[in-house]
């Protein structure tokens, strides 16, 4: 996934609702409205957003963060920041 843009990603994985690595079931993650396009890995600005501004999560749920490849520190650092989310995310 380190090769792709978000875009790209989006455009060009494919994503297995069925797959046995999913304990919930299909019908838990997408509903008969959306194809498996609709599933697809989130960028870390979008999961911030979504993590800060949706009412069912408590605003002292723990974010981790896992860097992945070189140069990925300080952009993520920032982005947090700018989200006002540091207080909440743990990196590694």
């Known amino acids: 996934i380190l090769e792709y843009t978000a875009d790209e990603a989006r455009s060009q994985l494919t994503f ?3 797959s046995d690595q999913f304990g919930c079931g299909p019908d ?3 509903d008969d409205n959306h194809d498996d396009h609709y599933c697809y890995v989130h ?5 911030l957003i979504t993590l ?3 009412p069912d999560v408590k605003p002292d749920f723990v974010i981790k963060i896992e860097l ?3 140069g990925t520190a300080f952009p993520s650092v920032e982005l947090v920041k700018k989200h006002n989310m540091i207080h ?3 990196f590694a």
């Not at 960028?43 to 999961?47: I, K, P, R």
């Open 16 to 18: 297995n609702k069925h």
């Open 28 to 30: 838990l993650i997408t």
């Open 43 to 47: 960028t870390l600005e979008e999961v």
């Open 52 to 54: 800060r501004d949706h």
């Open 68 to 70: 992945k490849g070189p």
């Open 88 to 90: 909440r995310c743990q």
